[in-house]
């Protein structure tokens, strides 16, 4: 995967989640925008540590860095062969120097991502609070509801009481009209 298709995936896969979560949930709009950010700065922070766990490919390099190579003394003439565990040992340092110049190299890169996800987190912080207070607010009005709606059930049942009493004493209730034009009258069955 190359640094352009990484910078590139950071930024459409968190889109393209908030698109399609926010064709579904059009309610939930400040979710689906606080979830993007969030996903958004998980995907730069997991970048970074890609970087830094692939350090020593040669993608985070500028091109034309080449890698240093140690001379071998060993094919020195009479005493190349005394040489020898010093050529391992200047293959090792000369591998260390590569894999910290590749380390060099890389670092800004990860920066980079780093840094997106920072600012991300940072974009959050609003967002969260923006998210809680449309949250709270919800829940206040789906309260008020609930409570106007407590309210009409409880003075229906009061008069649902009301008729059950008038019902059980015999007493008529009301007068109904029919399509006959007279007047009916409830009476209790007897």
Do not use: C
Request: no cysteine; net charge neutral; glycine share 6%.
């Amino acid at each position: 995967m190359s640094l352009d298709l990484l910078r590139i995936l950071t930024w459409l896969v968190p889109a393209a989640v908030a698109l399609v979560a926010g064709f579904v949930l059009r309610r939930n709009f400040h979710l689906i925008a606080l979830g993007a950010v969030f996903l958004f700065a998980a995907l730069n922070a997991a970048a970074g540590v890609y970087i830094l766990n692939h350090f020593s490919d040669s993608r985070w390099s500028p091109e034309g860095m080449a890698l240093l190579s140690a001379p071998s003394l060993s094919e020195t003439p009479l005493v190349g062969e005394f040489l020898v565990p010093l050529d391992s040992a200047m293959e090792g340092v000369v591998g260390g120097v590569n894999d910290f110049r590749a380390f060099q190299q890389a670092l800004p890169v990860t920066f980079e991502f780093l840094a997106a996800s920072g600012w991300a987190l940072l974009v959050s912080v609003p967002l969260v609070v923006f998210a809680a207070f449309v949250s709270f607010a919800r829940t206040r009005r789906r309260k008020a509801e609930f409570t106007k709606y407590s309210a009409t059930v409880d003075s229906l049942k009061d008069e649902l009481e009301q008729i059950k009493r008038q019902l059980s004493a015999g007493y008529p209730t009301h007068s109904a009209r029919f399509s006959d034009g007279e007047d009916h009258r409830l009476t209790p069955r007897g």
